[in-house]
């Protein structure tokens, strides 16, 4: 599909500019989304009028008694009319839409997605779905920013940008972590890594950080001490243990992907309609977290689920057996929620599963090996982020957010290690992530990693026929690979012969076979421009002159599709 929209680009000072609001602006959804959940959950499970909710706290009992159970069914029946009426897209995590939206639909999201995505996620985590905030905030923020873009008549490309520079605003102010916002930009939406893409990221992810700072608070996502965090960093022997545990977090995070999508396979298979397959999941998950509360305290699996990694971080929880319960009571319940059509994010269930599944293991080796000196903390946090790596394909972002949610330099090398090996051992049985497979079960393939635009620094030179015979309109020739450009009676070229465009060996003359539909480019102008110009006027053959003129005393070359092909074939080989 081909951008023909009228464009203006936008030059650089003008594109910080935007960036800032964009930042101010993101800060400020962030910390206006916050509310709307808090005022969901304050009305849906106490009955009361309030904004005032710290995920990081587990959620005192409902007003409602049994009841609860049906506070999710309620909230999900708004979820399903919003989306019906209003918005497909803003069903599932969300992230996979603005991937979507990046790669395959020239940067164009609608801006009523933010709204109607705002008010679906806080439904579905207001009223007890086990999803998060993140993914949710990453497309509201993008979804306005594209408007922006589209608004400011931006092209594609700096459509793209402001989408990123939206998703890293909304990262940064949700966690409190520019770096993190930043790198899910780089690793996951930019598709070039240079200074003109990445400056305006990080001042859109600076602003919204400090945005969230203000609003929100200063405080990290969660609250850890790390004067007495033993990491193990110095120990051969700890250190190494993080290889298979590691490897352990990333099958989990692969049946994780793989419960996710059968969930939604299974539910969409049904003989029952949106809002019934809805409406069946949020029972059974109000029968879940009720079930949870009445045995055994709280309600564990409802919400973000923050509060039970608190615990795990704080070392309240103690028991392995216990925590492998609720890790295995909060897959079930996220495949619940998004599985029959909910809302939210996945990004705080994976750290959910990363961090209980490293607290089971830490508190399994401390049972058997306690001479070890084994920190199940420690081993949570890098479950966290191992979980976040192979889930998402992002494993720089889970690192970085980790070390900005501790604030400890010593938990970087096992967290490094922890991430590289999950990433590894989920990409070794699927290359789609969380995200992908979503696009790829469309046919939407995403490129895996960001190269060098080989593009912009190649001259036009290089590549072109620089053999070129001048002849007649009326001349014969015989066809050959010899380029010839055709001039009247005053010198200036009217046409291009190039070898694709008649049989070799057959003789014919010149006016027969001339492609008169061309443009002229000026000597020493890059391949990107050459391209830029193409798809301005929508032809496939350049003559290059000293001066773009038609004039044939300043012909120096002619570019064909063959020489473009063998250009783009080129550049293919120098990537892994």
């Not at 439904?123 to 923020?141: D, H, N, Q, Y």
């Amino acid at each position: 599909m081909q951008d023909t929209q009228d464009y203006k680009v936008w030059r650089e000072r003008e594109v910080f500019i935007i960036a800032t609001i964009i930042g101010l602006l993101t800060g400020v959804a962030a910390w206006a989304f916050r509310l709307l959940i808090g005022l969901i959950h304050n009305l849906a499970f106490y009955g009361h009028f309030s904004v005032d909710y710290d995920a990081n706290l587990h959620a005192d009992p409902s007003t409602w008694g049994w009841f609860v159970i049906f506070v999710p069914v309620i909230g999900g029946v708004g979820v399903i009319w919003l989306i019906k009426n209003f918005a497909p897209e803003a069903k599932g995590h969300g992230v996979p839409e603005v991937m979507d939206a990046v790669y395959h639909r020239q940067g164009r999201m609608r801006g009523g997605v933010s709204i109607v995505k705002a008010f679906a996620s806080a439904l579905t985590i207001g009223t007890g779905g086990s999803l998060g905030r993140e993914g949710p905030i990453v497309m509201i923020c993008s979804a306005f920013s594209s408007t922006i873009g589209q608004w400011l008549k931006m092209p594609m490309s700096q459509r793209n940008l402001m989408i990123a520079c939206g998703a890293a605003g909304g990262i940064a102010a949700t966690f409190n972590a520019p770096l993190g916002g930043i790198m899910f930009a780089i690793e996951l939406l930019l598709l070039s890594v240079n200074r003109y893409t990445v400056v305006p990221v990080i001042i859109s992810a600076v602003i919204a950080a400090n945005i969230g700072r203000w609003l929100i608070g200063p405080d990290p996502a969660f609250h850890i001490s790390t004067t007495d965090l033993v990491v193990g960093a110095d120990s051969p022997l700890i250190l190494a243990i993080y290889f298979p545990f590691a490897a352990l977090v990333g099958l989990v995070a692969l049946l994780f992907i793989r419960g996710i999508y059968w969930s939604e396979e299974w539910f969409e298979q049904l003989p029952l309609g949106p809002y019934q397959r809805h409406m069946l999941g949020m029972l059974i998950l109000g029968l879940l977290f009720q079930g949870m509360y009445l045995y055994f305290g709280h309600y564990y699996v409802q919400g973000v689920g923050y509060a039970t990694i608190q615990d795990l971080v704080t070392r309240t929880l103690t028991s392995p057996g216990f925590i492998l319960l609720i890790l295995g009571a909060k897959m079930l319940a996220t495949m619940l929620t998004i599985g029959s059509g909910g809302s939210g994010g996945v990004f705080s269930p994976s750290l959910f599963l990363g961090a209980t599944l490293g607290g089971a293991f830490g508190y399994g080796l401390v049972a058997l090996f306690p001479e070890i000196g084994v920190d199940p903390a420690a081993f949570a946090l890098v479950g966290m982020a191992s979980m976040v790596a192979a889930t998402t394909s992002a494993p720089m972002t889970a690192a970085i957010m980790t070390y900005e949610m501790t604030l400890d330099y010593g938990v970087v090398l096992p967290v490094m290690v922890g991430v590289a090996v999950a990433y590894a051992v989920r990409h070794h049985f699927s290359e789609g992530d969380i995200y992908t497979i979503k696009l790829l079960r469309r046919g939407r393939n995403v490129p895996q990693g960001r190269y060098t635009d080989l593009n912009s620094h190649v001259v036009i030179d290089d590549i072109m026929d620089t053999s070129i015979k001048f002849v007649k309109a009326d001349d014969l020739i015989t066809g050959s690979d010899q380029t010839c450009c055709v001039i009247n009676d005053e010198g200036a070229v009217i046409g291009v012969i190039y070898s694709i465009s008649y049989r070799k060996g057959i003789e014919f003359r010149a006016r027969d076979a001339m492609v008169t539909e061309f443009i002229t480019v000026q000597s020493g102008m890059t391949l990107r421009q050459v391209f830029q110009k193409i798809k301005k006027h929508e032809q496939s053959v350049a003559m290059v002159t000293t001066d773009g003129s038609i004039n044939a005393k300043k012909v120096t070359g002619v570019v064909s599709p063959f020489n473009l092909t063998l250009a783009m074939a080129h550049a293919s080989q120098l990537h892994v």
